[in-house]
């Protein structure tokens, strides 16, 4: 079974720190996504990464993906309010469903 | 494109009583999934179909739960005696993977309370 594991759970942040979201997963894939999700809405694609070494960026976010270590990271670059959300890691199973992290909430603080 | 679209968004109903949450994917996917979202459970699968078959169910939680696809523009999810577990924010998503299309898309989601 797809296990993904997402750390830190919960991240409290100042505006203008860097922070790192970590997502490791147990099973081979060929695909990871990154979904962002506001308090009482829907899921919003962030990013999808598709191969080794592959490396996505949007405004302070960047994300990167590890193949061989199973791991994806998603940095935060000098954070800003706007970017408190609960941001969640999605690895496609051996068939077409997203198997999901149990989130990370981020709070950005002045 | 509208997107996918769920309703109700939001449903309370009384223990016991059938609740059918309705979902319309997005025009030419031909992948919907069901996904139930709670605070201690996060994000789980419940169930996905492909041109309208159901290929996993493995995991929708008992024998109250059903879906059905009659068509590619809709499908439903059915709880039939609801109970207090099964409070939870549902949404429904739709996919077309192919070369050049990895995106999932999902629903506003229906937001399920059983007293």
């Known amino acids: 079974e797809l296990k993904v594991e997402q750390n830190p759970l919960f991240l409290s942040m100042q505006e203008g720190k860097n922070y790192t979201i970590y997502c490791n997963y147990s099973?081979?894939?060929?695909?990871l996504y990154w979904y962002r999700q506001d308090p009482g809405k829907s899921l919003e694609s962030l990013f999808v990464l598709l191969s080794n070494g592959a490396v996505k960026q949007e405004g302070r976010l960047m994300a990167s993906l590890d193949t061989k270590a199973r791991l994806s990271t998603l940095h935060i670059t000098a954070a800003v309010h706007d970017l408190s959300a609960t941001y969640f890691c999605a690895v496609k199973s051996t068939g077409y469903a997203l198997n999901f992290g149990k989130g990370t909430s981020l709070l950005v603080t002045p | 494109d509208a997107g996918v679209i769920q309703s109700p968004r939001h449903e309370v109903t009384e223990m016991g009583q059938e609740v059918t949450l309705r979902c319309k994917p997005i025009s030419g996917h031909d992948y919907l999934f069901w996904y139930r979202q709670t605070m201690m459970r996060g994000l789980e699968l419940l169930i996905y179909?492909?041109?309208?078959?159901?290929?996993?169910d493995s995991g929708m939680p008992e024998d109250r739960f059903s879906a059905k696809m009659p068509n590619a523009s809709f499908s439903t999810l059915k709880i039939q005696p609801s109970e207090p577990r099964d409070s939870a924010v549902y949404f429904c998503?739709?996919?077309?993977?192919?070369?050049?299309?990895?995106?999932?898309?999902f629903g506003s989601g229906t937001r399920l309370t059983v007293v």
């Open positions: 099973t081979t894939s060929d695909r």
């Open positions: 998503a739709s996919s077309f993977p192919r070369q050049g299309h990895y995106g999932y898309t």
């Open positions: 179909f492909n041109n309208n078959v159901p290929i996993d």
